[in-house]
């Protein structure tokens, strides 16, 4: 099993930056690929980003291209989401989680059920 545990979130304004981390435990890192997801109240859970096994390969949603970073640290076994310039509309419960991607293709990452681990989440409040 892997478990995974975020934190950083917060209550920031808009135009702030907010860096989420994702400690994970219980398997090699290195052995998943890390994503990171976001819930706002009412709608579906949605793709943010995310970071293959080595930290080489990045991909990212539209609307957080530009202004969102995800990387990863193996010496660490924690993966990061650098969130600047933050809009109300990233308010939402961010999740981090883990899955194996033979091949790294963006089709099969933005999918929630293509990852296997989710950590619990941790929220993230933009004021306008």
């Known amino acids: 099993q892997v478990q995974l545990v975020e934190s950083g979130g917060g209550l920031v304004q808009t135009g702030d930056s907010l860096r989420l981390s994702c400690a994970q435990s219980g398997r090699t890192f290195t052995n998943y690929a890390v994503g990171w997801f976001r819930q706002a109240p009412g709608k579906e859970r949605e793709f943010v980003g995310t970071v293959n096994w080595s930290g080489t390969n990045t991909y990212y949603a539209d609307s957080v291209k530009g202004r969102f970073t995800v990387s990863r640290d193996n010496a660490k076994n924690t993966a990061y989401l650098q969130m600047n310039n933050l809009k109300p509309e990233d308010t939402a419960d961010y999740y981090c989680?883990?899955?194996?991607?033979?091949?790294?293709?963006?089709?099969?990452?933005?999918?929630?059920?293509?990852?296997?681990?989710w950590g619990k989440g941790t929220l993230v409040t933009v004021s306008s």
């Open positions: 989680t883990a899955g194996r991607f033979p091949s790294f293709r963006y089709s099969d990452l933005v999918k929630v059920r293509s990852w296997d681990y």
